[in-house]
């Protein structure tokens, strides 16, 4: 059983074009987070929910607009894809909202913007 | 403003102790994470740092110096598994509790 799952796993595009990655948890985590990470491996946090709600909003294009139906997902709708959304996208979750517990972390979505 | 500083890449040989710095400014500062990413892979928890001093978890330990905005990680008994990237974490408290990572520090261990 995977604990953070997000699907798809790879995601080629045009730009232009509105994509949805989707996640789900299995851990009973009450937080969960989306993290960027660009080709020079800086992972930056775009938003965090914590039981559905939305916590963390770190400046992100409204172009890019999460959803929690609840607490054990959290999905990433991305319209009008630009080159520079080109990425792999990290789902993660924890308990407590990160405070020193351990951030779990889905496999990764490698989104390409062609 | 906020920043992590650790080294871009460090290169130790099979068997030996190598240690990975990172010093960190940021307000609202509550703890230091410690996270290994291999290759294609997610980060995975190694560490986490709330108190001063030292923290170990068999071969690896971390430790920090919140008077110094210092923590490192330490990796003894290195194996060629260990070959990752290794990201320092700020926990910070400004509205909610965020982890704000570092630029990573890709080691490779030769044999």
């Known amino acids: 059983d995977t604990a953070v799952s997000q699907t798809p796993k790879y995601l080629v595009t045009q730009m232009g074009n509105d994509k949805s990655i989707k996640c789900e948890q299995n851990?009973?985590?009450?937080?969960m987070y989306w993290y960027k990470q660009d080709s020079k491996k800086f992972l930056k946090i775009m938003f965090s929910y914590n039981n559905k709600e939305l916590i963390i909003n770190e400046t992100v294009p409204n172009r890019f607009s999460p959803k929690s139906p609840d607490k054990a997902h959290l999905n990433l709708h991305i319209n009008s894809l630009e080159l520079g959304d080109s990425a792999v996208y990290f789902c993660?979750?924890?308990?407590?909202?990160?405070?020193?517990?351990?951030?779990?972390f889905g496999s990764g979505t490698q989104l390409s913007v062609l | 403003g906020q920043s992590l500083e650790q080294p871009s890449e460090v290169t130790a040989v099979e068997g030996a102790i190598v240690q990975i710095n990172c010093t960190y400014q940021t307000s609202g500062f509550y703890g230091l994470s410690w996270y290994q990413q291999h290759d294609g892979g997610a980060p995975t928890f190694l560490s986490y740092n709330g108190l001063d001093g030292l923290e170990e978890t068999g071969r690896f330990s971390s430790f920090l110096s919140r008077s110094d905005s210092y923590g490192y990680l330490l990796l003894q008994e290195l194996q060629m598994k260990d070959s990752a990237s290794y990201f320092c974490?700020?926990?910070?408290?400004?509205?909610?509790?965020?982890?704000?990572f570092g630029s990573g520090t890709r080691l490779l261990v030769r044999p």
């Open positions: 993660a979750s924890s308990h407590l909202g990160g405070i020193g517990e351990k951030l779990f």
């Open positions: 974490a700020v926990v910070r408290m400004d509205s909610s509790y965020k982890l704000i």
């Open positions: 851990l009973g985590h009450d937080t």
